[in-house]
């Protein structure tokens, strides 16, 4: 009888503690970049971290590994080793095709791609370049994107200046 007084007050104390902990962690934003890419996204990187989301950053030659994190971002230029594979696989041939032509630069929104609730955002271009102006004029549709992703929205004034 002494046994049912304390286990159900301590299955309810294990559960209260187990969904705090639960509750407090957030998904981080896995990016994969090109060097070149890299280098021209560490603004956005610095203002994500101001924004407390986390980022796990990869090269792209560790792009099969990451395949199953919930939040992808990639970012490259196709003349960068490795971009014009990924934007293949994820995006299809044509797309690969389309962004080889200067000055091309394009976002792309991927959702379930490898697994389901998976989101895949890519800015990509012909080079370094054209993927970050693909970031910067689709400002206002990644911004929303985020806000989503990672409960940003009800924060005071949204989302920290960019």
Sequence with gaps: MRIRNWVFP?????????????AGAQD??????????????????????KNEITIDHYVLSEFAKVKDKKFITIIGGLDEPGVKDI?????GGAE?????????????LKENFWKPGQKVLIFAGADADGAAAARTESRETWMKYLKDWFDLGDSPGGLRAY
Excluded: R
């Design 28 to 49: 981080s934003m896995t990016l994969v970049a090109g060097q070149g890419s890299l280098v021209k996204t560490q603004t956005w990187i610095d203002f994500l971290k």
């Design 10 to 22: 301590a299955l309810i104390s294990a559960s209260l503690i187990l969904s705090a902990s639960t």
């Design 96 to 108: 690969a095709a389309s962004l080889a032509v200067k000055g091309a630069k394009k976002m792309y």
């Design 87 to 91: 934007i293949a696989e994820v995006c």
